[in-house]
Every structure is written in structure tokens, then in C-alpha cells.
């Protein structure tokens, strides 16, 4: 199996249904300290020495979304930045949301 942080997030249409927890639990099970909320998004806390360490992280995301085509929900505040992705176009989790996920934690941070 390809892992995830090697595939492409394939943009999406509309019209298909969000992934089932059943579709979910493997794709979960690639990603480390990532939570599912609800089978709607998934999110995760990473922490920071500093502010501007975040915020380079931050940056860093911020390019990586571009290049997929697929944009996360960021918070940044002091020493901490969340993440939280789903799908927009069907208000839920696809495979591209797990994706985004791996390559996110492919970025340089501290725990």
C-alpha cells in the first residue's frame, strides 16, 4: 500500500458521500496523534518553543496547502497551532483530508 504521505489530494467534486467510519479507521491508522471528530474532521495540536516557530510551521502548512489544493482550518496562538481538516464541498472526510494529514506531519515541529 502507497503510503499516504506519498499520494496526491485529488480535488473534490461534490457528490459523493463522506467517508463511513469503517473507510476512516484504516486511514487513521497511518496518521500519528491525529483525532477524529465526530466522522466529520480530523484535527491535531502540535506544540512550539516560541511564537514565531508556530508561526513558521504555520507557513510552511500554509505553502504546502497550495501545492495539494487543499486547505486546513489553522489556529495559531502562543507555543501551539491546530489543525483541523475535512471536506468542505461534502461537510466531511474523504481520503485527501488523511493525505493532507501525512504530509503535514512531514513538516519539520516539535511535540
Known sequence: MEPLSQKKCIPCRGNV???TANQI???L???VDWTVVGEHHIEKLYRF???ADGLAFVNNVG???EAEGHHPDI???WGKVEISIWTHKIDGLTESDFILAAKIDQ???YR
Open 63 to 65: 505553502a504546502l496547502a
Open 49 to 51: 518553543p516560541t511564537f
Open 29 to 31: 491508522a497511518q496518521l
Open 107 to 109: 513538516i519539520p515541529h
Open 17 to 19: 458521500p463522506p467517508l
Open 75 to 77: 489556529k495559531l496562538t
Open 25 to 27: 479507521a484504516p486511514l
